[in-house]
């Protein structure tokens, strides 16, 4: 079976078996040792384009991982390998639901932090922040925090750092 993939990347038009390219045996010996890293990187990537749901994905991924039999600087290999390109989507594939919520919550941690952040800056600038304000800074995404925080040292109005608002 010839494989027919354009040059530089993956015809996810053929169907999945044309679309992988076959592992070479190792053989045994030393050499083996040195390829098993590189052998787990590209049995993830396959994982990574197969037609699997996320979950299938993450469940053959993380069996893969645990049998793959690598020493600690064989696995720090693969850690390596899997942070560069093609393998670098490789990583986001294996986050299981925990580590999303962790992610989540670090998330809403930061944000929680920059709205504490914005109004004590408004209100060591102005006083008391009226609480149309503060409805309107609880619905801000972090980046739109972040940019009122800069602009507060310089605003001399509070109704200017919130110009679309009815106020």
């Known amino acids: 079976m010839r494989n ?8 996810h038009e053929a169907p999945f078996r044309e679309r992988v390219r076959p592992l ?14 590189h052998l787990g990187a590209d049995a993830l990537l396959r994982l990574a384009d197969a037609p ?3 979950h299938q994905r993450f469940l053959l991924s993380d069996c893969l991982q645990a049998y793959l039999p690598l020493d600690e600087a064989n696995q720090a290999t693969l850690e390596r ?4 390109e093609p393998y670098s989507r490789i990583v986001p594939m294996n986050k299981t639901p925990y580590d ?9 941690g930061k944000k929680n932090a920059m ?8 209100e060591n600038k102005y006083r008391a922040v009226p609480k149309p ?16 925080v ?4 310089n605003s001399t109005l509070m109704e200017s750092l919130f110009p679309s608002s009815n106020t």
């Open 52 to 54: 699997l749901n996320d």
């Open 115 to 122: 709205r504490s952040a914005t109004i004590a800056l408004l």
């Open 150 to 153: 800069v602009r507060i040292p």
């Open 24 to 37: 070479q045996p190792c053989g045994h010996g030393a050499e083996c040792g040195l390829r098993q890293p």
């Open 81 to 84: 390998i899997t942070k560069a």
């Open 4 to 11: 027919n993939l354009p040059a530089g990347g993956v015809n």
């Open 100 to 108: 999303k919520g962790i992610e989540r919550g670090i998330e809403e």
């Open 133 to 148: 304000y503060l409805d309107r800074i609880g619905t801000l995404a972090y980046d739109d925090l972040l940019a009122l």
